[in-house]
């Protein structure tokens, strides 16, 4: 392990630069293919907007989620936790289309996180949280 950052911020959208700007200390030294250190901020984004805009979606703002990233020398790891209700990720990958027959406005962001990680998955934990774990290998 290289270095293992950690971050708890409340249910807000609106703290979306403040996550990126935490999350940059990880590449440090930097990693030399800026695409992948893109995919990762990318697969952050994605991740942590989809937990305000559903899995939290009714619950109050300051509902807080947690954050961990660790990058190792081949890899960044990404967990995200939230306090939402259980989701079939595999099944809803399924439900949706494909990016080039989806002009729908929901559901890409998942099929992105699909196609820019090197594992995604998602399972409720024994504490009743869920966690989001976004494997990208560089």
């Excluded at 695409?35 to 942590?48: K, P, R, S, V």
């Excluded at 190792?72 to 989701?87: A, D, K, T």
């Amino acid at each position: 392990m290289i270095n293992k950052i950690h971050l708890k911020i409340n249910t807000d959208c609106a703290t979306s630069e403040q996550i990126i700007s935490w999350f940059n200390q990880l590449n440090q030294p930097p990693i030399s293919d800026v695409n992948i250190w893109w995919q990762c901020q990318t697969l952050l984004q994605e991740g942590f907007t989809n937990v305000v805009d559903h899995a939290h979606k009714n619950l109050p703002p300051d509902t807080p989620i947690e954050i961990e990233a660790v990058r190792y020398s081949q890899s960044i790891e990404i967990r995200i936790w939230n306090q939402g209700l259980p989701f079939d990720l595999e099944q809803k990958l399924t439900e949706v289309s494909d990016f080039e027959d989806n002009d729908a406005a929901r559901g890409r962001g998942l099929k992105i996180m699909s196609n820019l990680a090197d594992k995604l998955c998602y399972e409720r934990m024994p504490d009743n949280r869920n966690c989001l774990l976004i494997i990208k290998n560089y």
